[in-house]
Each structure stands twice: as C-alpha cells, then as structure tokens.
C-alpha cells in the first residue's frame, strides 16, 4: 500500500508541476498564431503553446505549456522538460503586420 500511496502523491506531484503558466499582461503581444517559412508557432493566453516545425529529416508537432519568460525568451515544456524559444526580435508591428523573429525563424501573427 505503501507504494501504491507514494505513487499516487508522486503522480499528484508531477500533474501540479506541468500546469501552464498564462501569458504575463506585459508579454500579451506574444499571443496569436504565428507562421514563418517551415515553422507554425500558436501561444494562447492560458500559456498553452502549440508548435510545428518541418526541417529536412525532423518533423516535429507538439502541445506544450508555457513554463514563464526570461526577458523576451520563454520556456515551454511539461514538468522538469523544458525547452527555450529564443526571441531575438519580440512581437512589433511592421506596417500592418505583426513580426518576431524566434529561433531564427521571422514569424508573422495571423489576425
């Protein structure tokens, strides 16, 4: 019983530390569906974070819960797993459109 309790409390645990943070009010200009050459990036305001990305010999599409921001960079994972974007140009209007460059990638929101 002894086992089945500490399994249940390390479950306990683990669900409690894999839940998404929501988008702080200063970075709201994150939120949106996002999409630039090979890469699809969605973050909504309850800190749930959808990611596609399609590379020679690497496809990858994930649900994942945004984990906070280091200044314009954020951390997204489940739990102790966690992987940073890396903003080098955060969310600002081009025009009519609104740009960031994450990971490389120019990525423009969808209205």
């Not at 973050?43 to 906070?68: F, I, M, T």
């Amino acid at each position: 019983m002894r086992i089945v309790s500490s399994l249940i409390l390390a479950a306990g645990l683990l669900s409690g530390a894999a839940c998404a943070a929501p988008v702080p009010a200063d970075k709201q200009s994150y939120v949106g569906n996002w999409q630039g050459k090979d890469m699809q990036l969605a973050l909504a305001k309850d800190g749930k974070v959808k990611y596609k990305r399609d590379q020679p010999g690497k496809k990858l599409d994930l649900s994942l819960e945004l984990q906070g921001f280091n200044g314009d960079h954020f951390d997204v994972g489940w739990g102790i797993v966690r992987s940073t974007f890396i903003v080098s140009k955060p969310p600002h209007r081009e025009g009519k459109q609104w740009t960031m460059t994450v990971d490389g990638v120019e990525l423009t929101r969808g209205e």
